[in-house]
């Protein structure tokens, strides 16, 4: 057994066991939730954390950052090559913006990597161009389960240590503001948000958190944006720099390129955290350029073997001839003949439409969703191996359940660094909404 297979079966003893059985350790954890104001965030009720080795954190570090040095390196690419940029389908004005110098070098500030780890095995299969929810909670999450009396009594015998929170994040901002030619020492910062109707707990615990190290920070919605002498402020609150948690699409389908937002950062009135560039990578399309060698052949040996090693190969779903290791296939074609390996995604990861599995589906069914592929921008990508699969103690209606729950760890990277991760659980085998589906507790397993 490993030494996070012995630990987990540990934890699982100790509550099933007095004093931990009546669970009234369990409600307080919940009581305590509640009180932070953590109960509406997007939390599984699980009862225990979730542990990764310290050797499985490093390899994922490793890799991840290899990766984002790849994905940096496609992003300039493209932004020099109209061919390339054509390939990673943004709207006319997702391409004018993202022309726009932020005024740091960076291409993203903070963001992750969805990640399925498996026994060993290792596959990422998109980027998003924010800070994840699992950056913005696991910081409180870490520190109440920490806490938690059967958690305290495994730490007797197993060393558990927490992962970085909301620090690295602030760090990066800073960096990026002061590079960008930002003065103010103590900079106010603007989450931007669609507020409906009030600020999403995110947003609230992002903007308190930067308010704890020591900033102004406020929740604010793009309608209360106003941009004059070179100033951008929403009221009384001048802003410094802007923490864009809106999708640029959805940003657009509102407003149009003379929104105040865009004008303070294309007159680099404003620090924008991520820049409009950050689009690039948050497309799947990235993908279809990172695993073409002909567009990675000059790319330094270590980021090709990481995209050989961990990115599911990926095209642009259209009528044309493509590559497939090494050979040349007709794309529509290929996609039928190998329907059980393969998922068609939508370029843009909005969940109005879900991606869709060729093992799940007949020929006939598979064959309608490749021609809606066609009609909008749509990938193909080779299935990844399944999430790992882990048993959870769960509370739900008061009772102790144990429940095998699907497992993704995603890696939070700053500047191109990684600082920390976090777990996301999901019924295994399910299809649908789940209250039992959402972010738990990650601790690195150091040894005993």
């Known amino acids: 057994m490993t030494l996070v297979g012995e630990a987990i079966a540990r934890y699982h003893k100790l509550i099933e066991s007095e004093p931990y059985i009546d669970l009234g350790w369990a409600q307080a954890l919940q009581e305590r939730k509640r009180a932070l104001k953590l109960e509406d965030g997007p939390l599984s009720p699980v009862l225990r954390p979730h542990l990764i080795s310290s050797r499985d954190y490093a390899a994922l570090t490793k890799a991840a950052e290899t990766l984002l040095s790849a994905i940096e390196r496609v992003e300039r690419l493209a932004l020099s090559n109209p061919t390339l940029l054509a390939r990673i389908q943004l709207l006319p004005a997702e391409r004018m913006l993202a022309a726009v110098d932020p005024g740091y070098s960076a291409f993203s500030v903070a963001g992750t990597l969805h990640t399925h780890l498996n026994d060993g095995s290792m596959r990422f299969s998109g980027h998003g161009g924010v800070a994840p929810p699992g950056a913005i909670y696991g910081e409180a999450l870490a520190d109440l389960y920490y806490e938690a009396a059967p958690v305290k009594e495994l730490r007797k015998k197993f060393k558990l240590k927490k992962l970085p929170g909301i620090k690295p994040l602030l760090a990066a901002v800073l960096k990026a503001y002061k590079e960008s030619g930002g003065k103010n020492k103590r900079p106010n910062i603007a989450v931007v948000e669609f507020r409906q109707p009030l600020p999403s707990p995110e ?49 657009l389908v509102r407003f149009d390129l003379n929104h105040p937002l865009v004008r303070a950062a294309k007159e680099n009135s404003v620090c924008m955290i991520n820049s409009f560039r950050t689009e690039l990578a948050s497309k799947l399309t990235i993908f279809d350029l990172l695993t073409d060698d002909a567009v990675t052949a000059k790319f330094p040996a270590a980021e090709r073997k990481a995209i050989k090693d961990f990115v599911p190969w990926t095209r642009l779903v259209q009528a044309a001839k493509t590559t497939h290791k090494g050979h040349t296939v007709d794309l529509p074609d290929f996609v039928m003949k190998h329907r059980v390996k393969l998922q068609l995604r939508p370029n843009v990861n909005s969940g109005e439409a879900p991606p869709v599995r060729g093992a799940e589906v007949n020929d006939l069914n598979w064959e309608k969703a490749l021609r809606n592929a066609m009609r909008s921008p749509y990938v193909v990508q080779e299935v990844p191996e399944p999430p790992a699969r882990a048993v959870f103690p769960m509370l739900q209606y008061g009772s102790l359940m144990m429940k095998e729950m699907l497992v993704d760890v995603q890696p939070h990277a700053y500047l191109g660094s990684v600082h920390g991760c976090s777990s996301w659980l999901d019924v295994a085998g399910g299809s649908s909404f789940s209250t039992l589906t959402g972010l738990a507790p990650t601790f690195l397993l150091e040894g005993k």
């Open 203 to 251: 947003s609230l615990l992002l903007a308190e958190s930067f308010s704890r190290g020591g900033f102004k920070a406020e929740v604010v919605s793009p309608d209360q944006l106003e941009y004059r002498n070179n100033v951008l402020h929403r009221g009384d609150f001048t802003i410094d720099v802007v923490y864009r948690n809106i999708r640029l699409q959805e940003f």
